[in-house]
C-alpha cells in the first residue's frame, strides 16, 4: 500500500492507495468511527457498481451501512441536493464526532464534504474517490463546494477529510470518457511544476488511458504526492502556492458555464482544454515558446480530450466567455488573476491580465475552428 500524509497544521490525514482497498473499506475506516452505523453518500452509478461489496466491507467488521443514493452529475452539486443530504444527515441523528463517507467521484466529495462541514457545524468525513478525477485531485486538500446560478463552486468551505481510501480497481467500472476526463488532471501536475511527469504523461499517458495497473497507481500516487505537498504549504490558498492547482479552471469553468455545466462538457475536459488555452495565451503574450503550447495540445488531443474551442459547439464570443470568469471565485479588488505559463512546468500567477485581451484571445480561438 502507498501511503500519503496530507501534513495539514492540527488536522493531518493520510491517503492510502491500493488496489482492492475498497474491499477492504470497513477495516480501514473501523478505527475513525465510534458507532457500529455509518452514513453514506454516493450516486446511482457508484451504486450500481459498489454498493453491495462496500456495505459487504463494513459488515464484515461489524458497521451497518445507511445509503443515500443521489442522481450522477453536475447538477447534483446544488442547493436542492446540499439541503437534502444535510436533512438526511440530520434524521440519521449525525454527531459532530461522527464520520461520514463520500463514495464517489468529484461531485459526490464536494457536496459531502460540505455537507459535513456545515452539519451541526462541522462533522467529519472520510473520502472513497472512484473516479480518476477525483483520486488524483478532488478528494484530497479539502475543498469543497456546490455550484449556484452565478458560477461552480461558489459556496462551500475548506474541510479536510480525515482519512482518504484509493482503490484503482475502481476506474475499471468507469466509463472511458470518465477516465481521460479525470487524467487532464494528471497532466496537470506536469505542467505546473515538474517537467520530467509530463514527459512521463506522454509516454506512458495511453498505458494508462488502456487501463494499464502499473501506469494508474505511478500517476494517482505521484499526483497525491504533488497536491500533498502543494496543499500542506498553502492549506487556504493565502500565499498564492495553492493557486497553481488551478492551471486551466479559469478558462474551464468559463467553458462549463457556457455549456451549462452539463454532460456537454466534463470537468476534466473543460480543464483540458482551459490548460491548452492557458498555454496559447502564454505564447501570444510571448510568456512561453509557441511550440511548448502546441507539444501540450498535442498530448491533450492524443488522450482524446479536447484541445481546441473548435471541438465544441458554441454560440458565443470572446466576450461571453470572458464575462463567465468574471464570476471566478478568485477575482480579487476587481481583478482576475490567471494562471499562465514560461514553459512546461513553470506555471505562475498572473496579476496583470486585461480581460479585454483575453476576450480578443479567445475569439481569434473560436475563429481557428473554421480554419
Not at 464526532?97 to 456545515?118: N, S
Not at 480518476?132 to 455550484?147: E, F, H, P, R, Y
Not at 480497481?169 to 466509463?175: G, Q, S, V
Request: proline content about 3%; overall charge neutral.
Amino acid at each position: 500500500m502507498a501511503v500519503i500524509e496530507v501534513a495539514i497544521a492540527g488536522a493531518p490525514y493520510e491517503v492510502r492507495i491500493e488496489t482492492g482497498l475498497l474491499a477492504r473499506a470497513g477495516e480501514e475506516c473501523r478505527p475513525f468511527l465510534r458507532k457500529d452505523r455509518v452514513a453514506i453518500v454516493t450516486d446511482e452509478q457508484v451504486a450500481a457498481a459498489w454498493r453491495e461489496p462496500v456495505t459487504a466491507a463494513f459488515a464484515r467488521t461489524g458497521i451497518a451501512s445507511d445509503w443515500l443514493v443521489l442522481a450522477a452529475g453536475e447538477a447534483t452539486k446544488s442547493w436542492a441536493q446540499l439541503a437534502r443530504v444535510v436533512d438526511w444527515l440530520l434524521e440519521r441523528e449525525v454527531e459532530r464526532g461522527d464520520k461520514i463517507v463520500a463514495l464517489g467521484g468529484g461531485v459526490i466529495g464536494d457536496l459531502t464534504g460540505f455537507a459535513a462541514a456545515i452539519v451541526k457545524r462541522g462533522c467529519g468525513f472520510i473520502q472513497l474517490p472512484t473516479t480518476l478525477l477525483a483520486q488524483v485531485d478532488s478528494s484530497v486538500g479539502g475543498k469543497t463546494a456546490i455550484n449556484t446560478a452565478a458560477g461552480k463552486n461558489l459556496v462551500g468551505a475548506f474541510h479536510q477529510p480525515a482519512l482518504v481510501l484509493i482503490d484503482p480497481l475502481a476506474l475499471d467500472t468507469l466509463p472511458p470518457r470518465q477516465v481521460r476526463a479525470g487524467y487532464a488532471e494528471v497532466i496537470k501536475y506536469g505542467l505546473i511544476d515538474d517537467p520530467a511527469f509530463f514527459a512521463w504523461c506522454e509516454a506512458n499517458g495511453s498505458a494508462l488511458l488502456a487501463g494499464d495497473a502499473t501506469a494508474r497507481k505511478t500517476a494517482i500516487a505521484h499526483s497525491v504526492a504533488a497536491k500533498a505537498r502543494i496543499v500542506a504549504a498553502d492549506e487556504r490558498e493565502t500565499t498564492g502556492t495553492r493557486a497553481l492547482l488551478n492551471l486551466g479552471h479559469t478558462f474551464g469553468h468559463a467553458l462549463e458555464a457556457e455549456t451549462g455545466f452539463s454532460d456537454a462538457l466534463l470537468h476534466g475536459e473543460a480543464v483540458a482544454l482551459g490548460m491548452v488555452l492557458a498555454a496559447r495565451f502564454s505564447a501570444t503574450r510571448s510568456l512561453m515558446p509557441g511550440q511548448d503550447a502546441e507539444r501540450i495540445a498535442a498530448h491533450v488531443a492524443a488522450s482524446g480530450l479536447p484541445a481546441s474551442l473548435g471541438s465544441l459547439t458554441l454560440r458565443c464570443n470572446g466576450q461571453r466567455l470572458a464575462d463567465h470568469m468574471l464570476h471566478d471565485k478568485k477575482m480579487d479588488a476587481g481583478t482576475l488573476p490567471f494562471l499562465l505559463l514560461r514553459g512546461i512546468g513553470q506555471t505562475f500567477l498572473a496579476r496583470d491580465v486585461d480581460m479585454r485581451d483575453v476576450a480578443a484571445f479567445l475569439d481569434a480561438e473560436l475563429r481557428r475552428r473554421s480554419a
